[in-house]
């Protein structure tokens, strides 16, 4: 297949996109398709191969911006028109939210990964755990609001604490990667979880933080890989625990009770569906210490580097990286048929 990569873009995970993307290439070439990168922030003439992509401990503080002239000028280019499918490797922003994917329909070429509505309600976590409770998938409670209370801080500091309760967890309504994620144990600390949150975006989302084991679930197709547990250095899988290496341990498959693991897995693929997810994804869990799973997020466009968990739960499954791809990549080119 002649294939076109997206990487790169616009968002606080370009360079976790850049990894990723490197990878996806390399292993379609292995697998004999015609690969090549296309990234949405640079102009259709400065395209060029992805140099190794060093993910930092945080994300990059500025990354290029995605010009609506120059998403319609790539989308329309023999770059994409010619492709028999687009691999969406971008993370996070408009490559993640269904902006991309709207461009992509219009243009009419199939692509991989969630639809226009799959991605949007996946990258906004309030309306995903609107969408869990609905399916039966227990999530943890939360409340949203606006960063222009972030002077407010005091008051919100109360109402947490007779609502949520302490310890809670801060994190941007429309990011991935851990970006702008805080765990808050006390009162005090909530404002400063606030501004740093509000960096990425308007709305803010306070969960109650839910002590436990790391667990997540790779879908592929219509079914859930095996479970991977995820112990960070330090307690918590943050931007830096997942793209640094020896910061985390992984456990693959995840040492749990048949039928507790096999509960994850079907809450995974219940999640999933709600959101009407296709293709791919993995979906993050915190098990609670009566072992109750409680579903965090699905990420439509999960990581494809080294460090990556769907590669990881597909390798447990027997499924080597590049046939991974090279599935994914039927998956979208049947859509078209």
């Not at 330090?234 to 793209?243: A, H, N, P, T, V």
Request: a negative charge; glycine letters at 10%.
């Amino acid at each position: 297949m002649k294939i076109a990569v997206l990487i790169g873009g616009d968002s606080a995970e370009r360079d976790v996109s850049l990894s990723s993307g490197k990878g996806i290439i390399e292993a379609l070439r292995q697998r004999g398709h015609e690969a090549y990168p296309v990234d949405p922030a640079l102009p259709v003439e400065e395209q060029c191969e992805p140099e190794t992509a060093a993910i930092g401990e945080c994300p990059p503080e500025e990354v290029p911006a995605i010009l609506p002239e120059r998403a319609f000028d790539w989308a329309r280019s023999p770059l994409i028109c010619e492709a028999e499918v687009v691999f969406n490797a971008l993370h996070g922003g408009v490559g993640e939210d269904g902006t991309i994917q709207a461009i992509l329909e219009a243009a009419g070429v199939p692509y991989t990964g969630t639809g226009v509505l799959g991605s949007a309600l996946s990258m906004n976590k309030d309306r995903s755990k609107a969408l869990f409770r609905e399916a039966g998938v227990r999530t943890a409670p939360h409340i949203l609001l606006s960063s222009a209370r972030d002077a407010e801080a005091g008051r919100i500091g109360g109402d947490i604490e007779n609502g949520l309760g302490f310890p809670v967890v801060v994190k941007p309504n429309g990011q991935g990667s851990s970006v702008g994620f805080s765990f808050v144990p006390e009162p005090t600390g909530i404002g400063e979880a606030l501004e740093r949150a509000a960096t990425y975006g308007d709305e803010i989302v306070i969960e109650r933080f839910i002590p436990g084991r790391e667990i997540t679930a790779a879908i592929l197709g219509c079914g859930a890989l095996p479970l991977v547990e995820i112990v960070p250095e330090g307690g918590f899988y943050d931007y830096k625990r997942k793209y640094t290496k020896g910061t985390s341990e992984y456990i693959v498959p995840a040492v749990l009770e048949r039928e507790i693991a096999e509960t994850v897995q079907e809450q995974a693929v219940a999640a999933f569906r709600a959101l009407t997810c296709r293709d791919y994804a993995r979906v993050d869990f915190r098990l609670s210490e009566k072992e109750e799973p409680f579903c965090l997020e699905v990420n439509t466009l999960p990581g494809m580097t080294e460090l990556s968990l769907v590669p990881m739960a597909a390798r447990s499954a027997g499924i080597e990286f590049d046939e991974l791809v090279e599935r994914i990549c039927h998956m979208a080119r049947a859509r078209a048929v």
